[in-house]
């Protein structure tokens, strides 16, 4: 074993020995078990918009949400083709946008349910989640605008104000009604947010491990490394390679694979940015190709 090799291998060892890699293992649990686990956040019961039945939000754990106030007759309506647009483009990679009626802006919403939902479907050809209804800002805000308003910081100032929520229920953004659907800013939170089977866990506070998962995990982690990313030739995480990835120096990134994670990429807590940037990029490029 060359002598790089054989000082990686220590230091591999050396982070499982001190439970670095149960750090990162309790990472990839997490992941996979978010489906199962009913964050705070989505502990409601709301009515459904079509048959007004009473829906529980946890039905939802595990998906990355775009929760969205919405208003028929508003000059913001029309954002209602591209939040189809993108409950349909990302919905299978775990995207579900969920719509909540209200009237408390300017009073654009319709009154009746049944009146509501014909307009959505018939109009906008909706299909994501829609619920009855409600209020969204003041004393009489339903509970997860309250929660959402608390953990972001601000309040809906008007109709299609959007909130992002990660896989594990936390709040990752607060858009306002100008930030349309398909633009840069939110599609680019939302596919990061998406990443398939991927986490990113800090180490000691010394690295990070982004776990890659997925029918395409292989062929991303080729794109970013120059590595054999052969099951065979990374047989278990001992094992760590010092790679390039995106032009950065060779020993910044390592990588290795287990069965029970999939491919990981190791990396110093500074290079965090870069390594998420170079995943994303490569991404596009997979799902553009």
């Not at 000082?7 to 050396?14: E, G, I, N």
């Not at 309040?155 to 990660?166: E, S, V």
């Not at 290795?256 to 940015?273: D, N, Q, R, S, W």
């Amino acid at each position: 074993m060359k002598p790089a090799m054989k000082s990686l291998y220590r230091l591999s060892m050396a982070l499982r020995i001190a439970g670095v890699a149960g750090l990162m293992l309790t990472g990839g649990a997490a992941y996979a078990g978010e489906a199962q686990a009913c964050p705070a956040t989505l502990q409601h019961t709301v009515d459904r918009l079509q048959d007004e039945k009473p829906q529980s939000l946890c039905q939802y754990s595990g998906k990355v949400l775009l929760v969205v106030n919405t208003a028929s007759k508003c000059g913001f309506t029309p954002q209602y083709e591209g939040l189809e647009a993108l409950h349909a483009k990302y919905g299978p990679q775990g995207l579900v946008v969920l719509g909540f009626p209200s009237g408390d802006f300017g009073g654009q919403e319709l009154n009746d349910s049944k009146a509501i939902a014909d307009f959505c479907f018939n109009t906008y050809g909706v299909k994501f989640p829609m619920f009855s209804k409600s209020q969204v800002v003041g004393k009489s805000a339903n509970p997860l605008y309250v929660q959402l308003v608390k953990a972001t910081g601000k309040a809906p100032g008007w109709n299609f104000h959007k909130y992002l929520i990660g896989r594990d229920g936390k709040a990752l953004g607060s858009y306002d009604s100008n930030v349309t659907p398909t633009s840069a800013t939110l599609v680019a939170q939302i596919e990061k947010a998406l990443l398939p089977g991927t986490t990113l866990t800090d180490r000691r506070d010394e690295y990070a491990v982004a776990s890659i998962q997925g029918p395409n995990s292989r062929a991303l982690l080729q794109r970013l490394t120059d590595a054999d990313v052969s099951n065979e030739a990374l047989p278990y995480y001992g094992a760590l390679y010092e790679v390039d990835v995106a032009g950065a120096p060779a020993s910044i990134f390592r990588v290795g694979f287990t069965a029970e994670l999939g491919y990981e990429i190791m990396v110093p807590i500074a290079h965090t940015a870069q390594l998420w940037d170079a995943i994303l990029a490569q991404k596009r490029i997979l799902e553009s190709g």
